[in-house]
């Protein structure tokens, strides 16, 4: 129900956009977020966004650099990563909450992709 892709390999500097699409039925009415889980690591909170866009939150690691968005239209969730650094390598994971705003717990999120990984070389 919730499918990412646009992870890959990038060098450290360089940007890469995230996708996920979302069944309407998950999405329309739900805020969206972006996790990741960097090798030996924790999955940690990213970014969110509430349910019509107008509201966002972002990870202090990420903040000036990431940008969330959503396309209600097209039921997918974007994230813009620039300036990207080699601690921002991770498997990154959509997740539909069960709130319509923005949410930096993981707990609140009741759907999950299957992640895609983003490299990024020094």
């Known amino acids: 129900q919730l499918v990412e892709s646009g992870g890959g390999l990038v060098q450290a500097g360089g940007s890469l956009r995230l996708s996920c699409a979302a069944s309407?039925?998950?999405?329309?009415?739900?805020?969206m977020g972006w996790f990741r889980q960097g090798p030996g690591k924790e999955r940690e909170f990213v970014a969110s966004?509430?349910?019509?866009?107008?509201?966002?939150l972002y990870a202090d690691s990420v903040k000036g650099r990431f940008t969330i968005s959503r396309d209600n239209a097209k039921n997918t969730v974007y994230l813009q990563m620039n300036s990207l650094k080699t601690e921002d390598a991770a498997v990154y994971y959509c997740?539909?909450?069960?709130?319509?705003?923005?949410?930096?717990?993981?707990?609140?999120?009741?759907?999950w992709g299957q992640g895609t990984e983003v490299t990024v070389s020094s």
């Open positions: 309407g039925r998950i999405f329309r009415d739900n805020a």
């Open positions: 966004i509430s349910y019509d866009g107008g509201s966002t």
């Open positions: 997740a539909a909450s069960r709130s319509m705003y923005v949410q930096n717990y993981a707990g609140t999120y009741r759907y």
